[in-house]
């Protein structure tokens, strides 16, 4: 079936430090999303791409749907300490291994 | 306020018995999904529902069941089939195909 590949699995980064974590799969998506899941809670939809070369932005967060339909990255500017949690890639019903974000102050 | 709402926020469950996962949404979405989360991975998919009475088996349904008599409503039930049912289960809804997904708060479930 179809996979994501989510990288990195953890980030460990200081307060106020940009971050940036990826996702890529063999098969193409029509759709990307991005989700963050706090600790207990379900997945809050973070930004979604609908189009090949798609770039949106959402306050501090930036993504980009890969030209090929294959790839997306997430980059957060400017760490704080509330961004700490996972952040999950998805497709089609298809969800990445996600990125375990930890924050020093 | 519209949402989903999962019930129980933690479970227990006894060797040899069945228990009921409930999903309520009041978005009037037509698709809901359920997925199962273990720690330090993403979610996989169980079941999903795009209408009502109608369901589909998703990646690992073994040892689960569903139904879907109510637009708003739909049930996972964990069956003594399933070996391994220690897990986080969220529940999701979607208004159409290839929307972002609506999820709950999950329920815990772990074995006595």
């Known amino acids: 079936g179809q996979q994501l590949n989510q990288s990195p699995q953890s980030m460990f980064i200081q307060e106020g430090e940009d971050v940036s974590m990826n996702c890529t799969s063999s098969s193409i998506f029509n759709t990307w999303l991005w989700y963050k899941q706090d600790p207990g809670e379900g997945p809050v939809l973070l930004i979604a791409?609908?189009?090949?070369?798609e770039l949106t932005s959402n306050g501090r967060l930036t993504a980009q749907f890969g030209i090929t339909r294959k790839d997306s990255f997430l980059n957060i500017s400017a760490s704080i300490p509330s961004d700490v949690g996972i952040y999950f890639c998805?497709?089609?019903?298809?969800f990445g291994q996600g990125t375990r974000l930890t924050i020093n102050p | 306020d519209g949402g989903i709402t999962q019930s129980p926020k933690y479970l227990f469950r006894k060797e040899g018995q069945n228990v009921t996962l409930s999903c309520e949404q009041n978005l009037n979405h037509d698709a809901m999904y359920w997925y199962r989360q273990d720690p330090g991975q993403g979610l996989r998919l169980i079941y999903y529902?795009?209408?009502?009475?109608?369901?589909q088996k998703g990646d690992i349904a073994e040892g689960y069941s569903v139904s879907r008599e109510k637009k708003e409503s739909f049930p996972l039930t964990v069956t003594s089939a399933q070996k391994n049912p220690t897990a986080f289960y969220l529940c999701a809804s979607e208004r159409a195909g290839n929307q972002p997904q609506h999820f709950g708060d999950g329920t815990r479930l772990s074995i006595l």
């Open positions: 998805a497709g089609q019903l298809v």
């Open positions: 791409l609908y189009k090949a070369g």
């Open positions: 529902s795009q209408i009502v009475n109608d369901f």
